[in-house]
């Protein structure tokens, strides 16, 4: 039965707490009925649990098809989120790099950089999301699509093939420009960071948001 409740567990992964619980108790009470039926029919048990949790669907389609109806703008407002927090971010890292090697400079950053920036920003991520989101529509992998893999991978791949132009050229490269040739990990690293820290954060609140109501 450890299958069965890790299954259900899946499933109601990250949902409002009071919610999680009803689910729970009604999507194992739901297979539970299934796997007696199958019990009935000859199966044996691994083969009656192996068969209702096929019947009843992939966890990990449930879970986003649940947060969609829980949190139906979840994923719009985590998208503006971090391409704010990579764009701040990345505003600091070439402040504070100016700062450090050319203290004698004014380096603040104009508006149009910033707005440049962002919109490059919102382009690779909006593009890399649409990507990532059609091809867990399609494919089950949690290990090829875990977004860490998925969204940092490549960058760094990308970063170690810039690398042999450090190299080759390291007169180009000098004081932070070498910046330059890592922006896209750097930038992919900032993005997973700030994608998971608002998963923690809008979820906890959610959670405590409804145990308040509850209360109430």
Do not use: C
């Not at 739901?30 to 966890?59: P, V, Y």
């Amino acid at each position: 039965m450890k299958k069965l409740e890790r299954y259900v567990h899946e499933i109601t992964m990250d949902l409002p707490e009071d919610e999680k619980e009803e689910l729970r108790e009604e999507i194992f009470g739901h297979l539970q009925d299934h796997i007696n039926e199958l019990l009935i029919k000859g199966h044996s048990e691994e083969e009656a649990i192996h068969l209702a949790i096929g019947s009843f669907g992939n966890q990990d389609k449930l879970n986003r098809d649940l947060k969609r109806t829980f949190f139906p703008f979840y994923k719009p407002i985590r998208f503006v989120w971090s391409v704010l927090f990579v764009t701040a971010f990345a505003g600091l890292v070439s402040y504070s790099a100016m700062e450090y090697y050319h203290p004698e400079f004014d380096n603040g950053l104009p508006l149009y950089s910033v707005v440049a920036g962002m919109f490059l920003i919102t382009l690779i991520a909006g593009t890399a999301e649409g990507i990532y989101e059609a091809l867990i529509s399609q494919y089950n992998s949690k290990w090829l699509l875990n977004p860490w893999l998925f969204f940092l991978v490549p960058t760094l791949l990308y970063g170690a093939i810039q690398t042999v132009l450090l190299y080759q050229h390291p007169e180009q490269y000098q004081d932070s420009l070498w910046l330059d040739l890592y922006a896209f990990p750097i930038g992919a690293a900032a993005y997973i960071i700030s994608r998971q820290l608002f998963n923690v954060i809008f979820l906890k609140n959610k959670n405590n948001n409804h145990k308040r109501n509850t209360v109430n």
